[in-house]
């Protein structure tokens, strides 16, 4: 089965951007979700099809892919940015929900 | 304003069944493929299973399958879950969401299900 990995965390100051990794095998010929999670929460998508943004998720949120590689990036971070975010693809080959293990986002 | 609301979720011992039910609102629920994604406590995010929109087709993570069935009632606006041989590796918070072709574009607040004798 298809696997992604993220790193398992990422420190930023306010103001800074943070840029999070989602490694697959060659995850450029496929569309990348990316999901927040804030503690307790449910989780919300901020990204689909690489780069696209929902209604009402801000333009600081944005996302590439390209060969190996997806990125979220997230700019000019806030404290209220601080949340797990995974990426996510759909195996076409087996039909199944693929996410990657989540990357914990402390602003310091 | 979409809205998802999961329900059945308790203390189960390993080996007996549960069913859970996402009550679905605000879209026409019979034209969406539906999933169930679950997590267990301190842990990431699971995809459990998918049924498009007419419940034609259904697909399982190979952690569930066959013992696990997805269902949905598009007269009634509710998708299920029939938890069949829980084991305590199934504890998690289990959450419906809304399939938008390959991602999940809403997310109900999650059901806590938890394996234990």
């Known amino acids: 089965s298809y696997v992604l990995t993220q790193p398992p965390s990422l420190s930023v100051a306010p103001g800074q951007t943070a840029r999070i990794t989602c490694g697959g095998n060659n995850i450029g010929i496929k569309s990348v979700h990316w999901y927040q999670q804030r503690p307790g929460q449910a989780p919300v998508l901020v990204v689909y099809d690489d780069s696209d943004r929902p209604s009402g998720i801000p333009e600081r949120f944005s996302g590439s892919n390209s060969g190996n590689t997806a990125t979220l990036t997230i700019s000019r971070v806030e404290a209220g940015d601080e949340a797990d975010y995974y990426c996510?693809?759909?195996?076409?080959?087996?039909?199944?929900?693929?996410f990657g293990g989540g990357t914990k986002l402390t602003v310091l | 304003q979409v809205q998802l609301v999961e329900s059945g979720g308790g203390v189960v011992q390993p080996g007996r069944s549960l069913r859970l039910s996402c009550a679905a609102s605000?879209?026409?629920?019979?034209?969406?493929?539906m999933h169930w994604v679950r997590q267990a406590p301190g842990k990431g995010l699971e995809w459990v299973a998918v049924i498009w929109y007419d419940g034609n087709n259904k697909y399982y993570a190979d952690s569930v399958k066959g013992r696990f069935t997805i269902s949905r009632a598009n007269s009634r606006n509710t998708l299920y879950l029939q938890m069949n041989s829980l084991r305590a590796e199934d504890t998690a918070v289990y959450y419906c969401a809304r399939g938008a072709i390959r991602y999940f574009d809403y997310w109900g607040q999650g059901t806590l299900v938890t394996v234990s004798s």
């Open positions: 605000g879209f026409t629920f019979s034209t969406y493929g």
């Open positions: 996510q693809v759909w195996d076409t080959s087996s039909d199944q929900g693929v």
